[in-house]
């Protein structure tokens, strides 16, 4: 079983960065491949970005390709989004979600384990 803890969010204005950071418990983190989702309320969960154990295959939606970077440390148990050149329409929840199975990377209920979820906020 794998516990997911996200931190890094916070308020920042169009056009800056922030990284999120998402703390794993259990010893088979390398085992999970891992992904990060935002929501807000009313609406369904959007996939952002992928990678798998080895971080050898990374996957982003289109609307944040080219600005965001995931990655993961798996020494550390931690997955990694690196947010740039933000926009007020990245406003959302940001979750972080593994599973050991892939059947679709971008479907939320791929995932068996979710955090809480980190608040990012952008201004105009």
């Known amino acids: 079983q794998v516990q997911l803890v996200e931190s890094g969010g916070g308020l920042v204005q169009a056009g800056g960065s922030l990284r999120l950071s998402c703390a794993a418990s259990g010893r088979t983190f390398s085992n999970y491949a891992m992904s990060w989702f935002r929501q807000n309320p009313g609406k369904e969960r959007e996939f952002v970005a992928a990678i798998s154990t080895s971080a050898v295959t990374t996957y982003y939606a289109d609307s944040v390709k080219g600005r965001f970077t995931i990655s993961r440390d798996n020494a550390k148990n931690m997955v990694y989004l690196q947010m740039g050149s933000l926009k007020p329409e990245d406003t959302a929840v940001y979750h972080c979600?593994?599973?050991?199975?892939?059947?679709?990377?971008?479907?939320?209920?791929?995932?068996?384990?979710w955090g809480q979820g980190t608040q990012v906020t952008v201004s105009s």
């Open positions: 979600a593994g599973t050991q199975y892939v059947s679709s990377w971008f479907d939320p209920q791929t995932y068996r384990y």
